[in-house]
């Protein structure tokens, strides 16, 4: 089991700056992948940024160049660094971890995903 616990939204006008903080706790060396997921009012959940526990990321077209993603070694705390911050990026940003363990020799992998509870980000004058 892991377990993931979001800080650091809030409200913020256009143009400001959040980071947002992921702790994960429990197995966390079975992690081999975490990132940041939003999900707007009446909207589908939506990829942002992954890490892998080797340190390569990956951000959405659309937040390149103003959100950052880092963190994830040894698999415990992830960070997502939002720049000139817009009124569309205002949603519950959810962040998610994915494991993976191979219980025996000759056994198959054991892949699970966890999610945090979200932290609301808010853009507005």
């Known amino acids: 089991q892991v377990q993931l616990v979001e800080s650091g939204g809030g409200l913020v006008q256009p143009g400001g700056s959040l980071r947002l903080s992921c702790a994960a706790s429990?197995?966390?060396?079975?992690?081999?992948?975490m990132g940041w997921y939003h999900q707007a009012p009446g909207k589908e959940r939506e990829l942002v940024a992954t890490i892998s526990s080797s340190g390569v990321s990956h951000i959405i077209d659309s937040k390149k160049g103003r959100f950052t993603i880092s963190g994830g070694n040894a698999g415990n705390t992830v960070y997502l660094q939002m720049n000139s911050l817009k009124a569309e990026d205002t949603a519950v940003y959810l962040c998610?971890?994915?494991?993976?363990?191979?219980?025996?020799?000759?056994?198959?992998?054991?892949?699970?995903?966890?999610w945090g509870q979200g932290t609301q980000v808010t853009v507005s004058p």
């Open positions: 998610n971890a994915k494991t993976r363990f191979v219980p025996c020799i000759e056994c198959q992998s054991i892949v699970r995903e966890y």
């Open positions: 429990g197995r966390t060396s079975r992690i081999t992948d």
